[in-house]
């Protein structure tokens, strides 16, 4: 088995709509609607990778998964604390994917010099509470009927990982596109790989 974990591109946008379409249109996991376009796939990417990390794992070549950051709020106090996702191809279910993609994830927001992840869970959903909770995010509340989705009303749980001391003075958090430059990013690309099964 080869797997990968790198920055995605926006010629991944096809592969990741391929993975994200089923959870809109058959699933309340996604608070979407409409299903994006490949093209508005291609735009989220090169808007997110501005600030913050988009990784994709391909298996032997195929896309298995995706998880990205992006900003929790958007007045500048909350700079600090990103949101993160993370969706995985369904014949790559319950091999560790997700795990592999948030551990890597992780590993750069601390070094970026993020202090709080935010995992944001349409309920009920027992694997997204597995994957947030494999790598240490703990539930913190759950907002009730906060969202209408495939027929019923839903609530959303909220789990939160510190990533590191919120030191004093903090320093803004670098942009993924300087922390890529740097000769350690490839080994935090690499940390999750240690937990994708065959």
């Known amino acids: 088995m080869s797997a990968v974990i790198r920055l ?7 592969d990741i709509h391929q993975i994200y379409r089923p959870f ?35 298996i032997n070549g195929r896309l298995a998964g995706y998880a990205y950051a992006s900003a ?7 700079q600090w604390t990103a949101e993160t996702t993370v969706y995985i191809h369904a ?3 319950r091999r560790g994917v997700s795990r592999a993609l948030y551990s890597s994830m992780i590993a750069i927001l601390r070094e970026q010099g993020y202090c709080s992840a935010v995992g944001v869970i349409a309920l009920p959903n027992e694997g997204s509470i597995r994957a947030h909770e494999s790598v240490g995010f703990r539930k913190v509340g759950v ?11 839903r609530d959303t749980g909220w789990w939160q990982l510190e990533l ?3 030191p004093e003075k903090p320093r803004a958090p670098l942009a993924i596109t300087q922390l890529a430059n740097e000769d350690r990013f490839d080994n935090l690309l690499k940390s999750g790989l240690r937990y994708i099964r065959a």
Not at 8 to 14: G, H, I, P, V
């Open 91 to 93: 014949d790559f279910q």
């Open 8 to 14: 995605a591109a926006s010629a991944d946008a096809a």
């Open 164 to 166: 590191r001391q919120p």
């Open 24 to 58: 809109v249109q058959h699933t309340h996991i996604s608070f979407e609607r409409i299903v994006p376009t490949v093209q508005e796939i291609a735009d989220r990417i090169d808007s997110t990778m501005r600030q913050y990390p988009w990784l994709v794992c391909e």
């Open 72 to 78: 929790f709020r958007v007045r500048a106090a909350y």
């Open 143 to 153: 907002f009730r009927n906060i969202g209408h989705k495939a027929g019923a009303w």
